[in-house]
């Protein structure tokens, strides 16, 4: 089964998330914002704690389903008498739920801007819930 994978995600967040509760998280990393501009709500995503430039197949995560997603822009500005600065910050909101713990088997080539999608081993058996 293939699917896009979320990479370098805190391990304490997936412990959280192994809970069984839905949670909001909010993603800052670029290569994690583009993986999720080509999901969608419904849709299962891997998540693991392992960096996108380590990703291999063997790597452990957890399956997710992906239950709501927003892409945003922020415009931030810093005030420094006599400067105005301003700056934009894209973020990505996501609630997800835990489904299983998986393990990929293959990892699709990519370049810079492209998501990031993976083969996993789908789990004999996921939370009920």
Not at 46 to 55: A, C, G, P, Q, R
Not at 62 to 89: K, Q
Request: aromatic fraction near 4%.
């Amino acid at each position: 089964m293939k699917c896009a994978a979320l990479t370098g995600i805190s391990p304490s967040v997936i412990a959280e998330l192994k809970s069984g509760r839905a949670r909001t998280l909010e993603l800052n990393s670029a290569h994690n914002i583009i993986t999720l501009t080509v999901s969608s709500p419904g849709e299962c995503i891997f998540m693991t704690s392992v960096n996108e430039e380590d990703l291999s197949p063997g790597d452990t995560g957890i399956m997710v389903d992906l239950l709501a997603l927003t892409i945003s822009m922020r415009r931030v500005e810093f005030v420094n008498p006599p400067f105005v600065e301003e700056r934009e910050r894209m973020s990505a909101r996501i609630k997800v739920q835990f489904r299983g713990t998986t393990i990929a088997r293959g990892v699709e080539d990519r370049k810079w801007g492209d998501p990031t999608i993976v083969e996993v081993i789908r789990s004999a058996c996921y939370r009920a819930g």
